[in-house]
């Protein structure tokens, strides 16, 4: 196929020289930018807010004015680790303005443990719960959450939250960088209470 004629695996300027059907000639520069990393799609319920007729958990804080603005986790009283990236992340307004099963429950923490001890975080990210369980970015309240710089290999996923027990897979699982899922909801054992 034409469409993968171009491959690009390395930061830098491109150009690509071309003649149309006329006769013209057309330079197109391309500036690129590649940024290692994977993305997690991660799922899980809070025992607090979930509902079990509905199979959602209620956005009480969000509708209520609750949820922070900036991630909780990085500061007193909770401290937790950033690793392979800075804390800080912040949410716009519009984020918290959604309604329906995406709207935002709350401020959830993720860590990559190592493949060859659970004990050993390899990254953090701060991130965000939807109603249906879906953890997502803060930087648009709806993509996977993405760890820039990680590379991709087996790690334990462990997701912890401030009122929670923390959980974590009970196996290293294998992490790509075009996005993986982990889902906690189920009734399979893929997962383990954490107090690590």
């Not at 307004?93 to 993720?110: E, K, M, P, R």
């Amino acid at each position: 196929m034409e469409c993968d004629k171009y491959k690009y695996t390395v930061s830098g300027n491109y150009t690509y020289a071309t003649t149309n059907a006329v006769g013209c000639d057309s330079i197109i520069t391309l500036n690129l930018s590649i940024t290692s990393g994977l993305y997690l799609s991660t799922k899980v319920f809070l025992a607090g807010p979930y509902n079990t007729s509905t199979g959602l958990m209620s956005d009480s804080l969000r509708i209520f004015n609750f949820i922070p603005s900036t991630e909780p986790y990085s500061f007193p009283p909770f401290n937790k680790p950033q690793i392979a990236g800075l804390g800080g992340e912040t949410i716009s307004t519009s984020i918290l303005a959604v309604t329906g099963n995406n709207a935002i429950v709350d401020w959830i923490f993720l860590e990559l443990r190592a493949s060859s001890n659970s004990s050993t975080i390899v990254a953090t990210k701060r991130a965000l719960l939807q109603r249906d369980g879906d953890i997502v970015s803060h930087v648009d309240g709806m993509s996977p959450v993405f760890f820039s710089g990680i590379t991709a290999g087996n790690y334990y996923v462990s997701v912890k939250h401030r009122n929670h027990l923390g959980v974590m897979t009970s196996n290293a699982m294998m992490l790509n960088a075009c996005g993986t899922t982990i889902d906690f909801t189920t009734s399979a054992p893929v997962w383990t209470n954490s107090s690590l």
